[in-house]
């Protein structure tokens, strides 16, 4: 079983300076995959980023770029030059990839709020 | 490319009542799953349907039902309703590969609001 843990339920960031939302998981599985969403008040579920566990380099995409240290089972989330638009819950997700389509296992969230 | 559609986005209705929530995948996406999302539990997976077969499912209720059609469309479906049920229900489909170990990145849709009264 996998298991995601944020311990931020809520964040605070000057606009234009960056933020690293923490997130540690814990899986048996040898292969998996890291996500992190982005969910506005909408509702809607928007996809930031991927990291899988083979990965040798960090992944990047565009001002979103994921800290993986997987000795220490943590995969944070770094937003640089915040703009009032990041202000959303942002959730990590993990799921085994060896296993058949295994779902998506959540995190609780944090919400970032971005102040001008 | 089109996102992933639900409708519809908001309903209310009363307990005991049944309800059916419909979802579009993103053209080419084999495989839709289903997520139910509460301030109390989070995010929490319900089931998942590959080529019209459920493929996975998860700790909920049998009034908790699903399909999928040929179109890779999905509905699914929630009978006598208990104010529990009250939350947002989020549909989100992938590509789906049937082997390997690749990225199956899922894309979500706006969700379907429910309110059981």
């Known amino acids: 079983a996998q298991k995601i843990t944020q311990t931020q339920p809520g964040m605070f960031v000057q606009e234009k300076e960056a933020v690293t939302l923490d997130c540690t998981y814990d899986?048996?599985?040898?292969?998996?995959?890291l996500f992190w969403y982005k969910q506005p008040s909408s509702g809607e579920m928007i996809f930031l980023i991927y990291?899988?566990?083979?990965?040798?380099q960090n992944a990047t995409e565009g001002r979103y770029s994921l800290n993986f240290q997987k000795a220490r089972k943590s995969a944070n989330l770094v937003i640089s030059a915040s703009q009032l638009g990041d202000s959303a819950m942002y959730f990590c997700?993990?799921?085994?990839?060896?296993?058949?389509?295994?779902?998506?296992?959540f995190g609780k969230g944090t919400r970032l709020s971005v102040i001008a | 490319k089109a996102g992933v559609t639900q409708t519809p986005r908001y309903l209310i209705k009363t307990r005991g009542q049944q309800v059916t929530l419909s979802c579009s995948p993103i053209?080419?996406?084999?495989?839709v799953s289903w997520y139910q999302q509460t301030p109390g539990q989070g995010l929490q997976f319900l089931f998942e349907?590959?080529?019209?077969?459920?493929?996975n499912k998860g700790n909920f209720p049998g009034r908790f039902s699903g399909r999928q059609f040929s179109n890779s469309r999905s509905e699914m479906n929630v009978s006598t309703l208990e104010l529990g049920d009250s939350a947002l229900y989020l549909c989100?489909?992938?590509?789906?590969?049937?082997?390997?170990?690749?990225?199956?990145?899922?894309?979500f849709g706006p969700g379907t609001r429910l309110l059981v009264l």
């Open positions: 989100a489909s992938s590509l789906a590969e049937l082997a390997g170990v690749k990225q199956e990145t899922q894309y």
């Open positions: 899986t048996s599985d040898p292969s998996y995959g």
């Open positions: 990291q899988g566990s083979y990965d040798q």
């Open positions: 997700a993990m799921r085994a990839l060896n296993s058949g389509n295994t779902p998506l296992v």
């Open positions: 053209s080419g996406h084999r495989s």
């Open positions: 349907y590959f080529s019209e077969t459920q493929r």
